[in-house]
């Protein structure tokens, strides 16, 4: 008597315990953990001064509009300091464009504009069955107005999901090393 009921306490810990482990297992070679890390190829912008050995810098005052964008959508609005931002690139076209704003300090000018056109071309690029694919964004060309703007770039010539600043952004600015003032 007491051997069976040792078989059924047994039968009724393990079985469950190993149907239990079989799911886990099973739930993790489905797992879409991965595809919580960026999967998104935003362009990360970082701001730079144009000096000689440029320095991250912090922008106030600043809008950024995407242009051609439903609403010509602002991305930021100069409501704080910022000096990195998203901007996010175009799935139906081949290039993106982004109208900057300074607000300026001078009399009777109520901002500046400078403006970035990114052109690039689009590469679907696969990442697992779970997740599916993503774009990367290979630049063929940047092209911006130099009236705050020194210069663009794309360090790595494309944009990927990797989490990293993927363009600099560098401004005229008055460092007292005899710049141009921002």
């Keep these: 008597m007491m051997r069976h009921r040792v078989k059924r306490i047994t039968r009724l810990l ?19 953990s991965e595809c919580y890390d960026n ?14 050995r440029p320095q991250a810098i912090s922008l106030d005052s600043i809008s950024i ?11 930021q609005d100069s409501v704080r300091t910022i000096s990195q931002v998203y901007l996010p690139f175009r799935l139906d076209q081949n290039s993106t ?22 052109n690039y071309d689009i ?3 696969f990442v697992s069955a ?5 774009y990367y964004y290979k630049i063929t060309s940047i092209e911006t107005t130099h009236n705050f703007i020194d210069s663009v ?5 494309e944009i990927t999901n990797a989490n990293i600043e993927n363009l ?3 401004f005229r600015v008055n460092t007292g090393e005899g710049e141009d003032e921002l």
């Design 153 to 157: 770039t794309c360090p790595s010539g």
């Design 168 to 170: 600099k952004i560098y």
């Design 130 to 134: 779970a997740c599916g694919a993503v």
């Design 39 to 52: 999967q998104n190829s935003l362009p990360l912008a970082g701001f730079y001064t144009s000096a000689a």
């Design 14 to 32: 393990v079985a469950p315990s190993i149907v239990g482990l079989i799911g886990l297992v099973i739930a993790g070679g489905c797992s879409t």
């Design 123 to 125: 590469l679907p690029m």
């Design 65 to 75: 509009l995407g242009i051609g964008a439903p609403g010509d959508s602002i991305l």
């Design 97 to 118: 464009t982004y109208e900057i704003q300074y607000l300026s300090a001078l009399p009777g000018i109520y901002y500046i504009s400078d403006y970035i056109t990114f």
